[in-house]
């Protein structure tokens, strides 16, 4: 019997060798395993953080981009309500015979025939040959040129607009 107690002896020593060697892994791998998680959580923490400062520096681009595309309409709508205001002050002086429009004449073209010249306040203009426009005709030419001013406002709104739109070579 003796030897059937060392035999018994021996195997609970076996396992309980074993079950040590068991909890000492465990505690090997689950320490490992938590080193493992807290990385991954420091990694996800770091990408989290630096998405937030890349989606902060788009928005504040954005943010700047829109004031300035602001700016920039601000600044088209009042050279256009300028040019609106300035032709319609011409368009009433002209109504009004306050202004009138001439033009030049060259003296060869005009084939012989006495064109009058227009005459200042108080004398006769000494120079080229100037015949005044009907206002009627005045009106249209300022009508035509109030367009084309128009047209080149908007024109220099749209050439702003896509200038702020393209990145600086700068950033």
Not at 122 to 138: K, N, Y
């Amino acid at each position: 019997m003796p030897m059937l107690w060392r035999a018994a002896g021996v195997l609970v020593l076996v396992l309980i060798g074993a079950a040590s060697a068991w909890q000492f892994q465990n505690w090997r791998y689950g320490k490992q395993l938590a080193d493992q998680a807290r990385l991954q959580t420091e990694t996800l923490n770091q990408l989290t953080m630096a998405a937030a400062a890349a989606q902060q520096a788009e928005q504040d681009r954005r943010l700047v981009l829109e004031q300035r595309l602001s700016a920039s309409e601000q600044s088209h709508y009042k050279e256009l309500s300028d040019a609106q205001k300035n032709q319609d002050r011409m368009r009433d002086r002209l109504a009004t015979s306050d202004l009138r429009l001439s033009v030049l004449l060259d003296a060869s073209s005009t084939g012989g025939c006495s064109v009058p010249a227009a005459s200042g306040t108080g004398g006769v203009v000494h120079g080229p040959i100037q015949a005044e426009l009907d206002p009627a005709h005045a009106q249209r030419i300022v009508a035509i040129t109030d367009e084309g001013d128009k047209g080149l406002i908007a024109l220099q709104a749209c050439q702003a607009y896509v200038r702020a739109l393209q990145p600086s070579r700068y950033e």
